[in-house]
């Protein structure tokens, strides 16, 4: 796991091989930096640097909620600037289709409040990136199926 809070393993159907080994693509590389950047920001609050690894079309699902979009989560995140963050996710899948990727990851959170009770979040993701024409990857889609308790 790195410190960001991101496991990497090595079983990525779009890794290339070297002697037996599996090697990870420049572009998977690259999202997987993206996700670890994004979890260390949430980490620390940093709402800015989240909001620069998406793209301005992004759109998130949650349940119980409807799609929304970049300026919706920016405004959830500033509800949220005195909670604290921790906890991991684990990449289950991760695979590059040109522009476009998908991963697939488990995310178990701990959230704590100043003023309420900690709470244990956790469940699967389904990510989609796009990159740009810059080469950047960025997360476009996000359907998050984490619950309390799970």
């Keep these: 796991m790195t410190s960001a809070g991101v ?3 090595a079983d990525a ?3 290339a091989r070297d002697n037996g080994r599996q ?3 420049d572009d998977e590389a690259a999202i997987r930096d993206v996700l670890e950047r994004w979890f260390a920001a949430s980490k620390r609050g940093d709402t800015a640097t989240v909001l620069s690894l998406m793209t301005d ?3 998130f699902m949650v349940p119980g909620r409807k799609p ?4 919706e989560f ?3 995140a500033a509800q949220m600037s005195d909670v ?3 906890g991991r996710s684990t990449i289950e899948e991760l695979n590059v289709l040109g522009d476009w ?3 697939r990851s488990f995310i178990e959170l701990t959230i704590t409040s100043p003023s309420g009770p900690t709470v244990q979040r956790s469940g699967y993701t389904l990510t989609i990136f796009r990159k740009t024409d810059d080469g950047q990857w960025l997360l476009a889609r996000d359907a998050n199926l984490m619950t309390a308790g799970n």
Excluded: N, T
């Design 57 to 59: 079309d992004v759109v």
């Design 23 to 25: 090697m990870m693509s």
């Design 84 to 86: 604290k963050l921790d």
């Design 13 to 15: 159907p779009a890794a």
């Design 68 to 71: 929304f979009g970049r300026e």
């Design 101 to 103: 990727a998908y991963l």
């Design 7 to 9: 496991e990497r393993i």
């Design 74 to 76: 920016a405004a959830s």
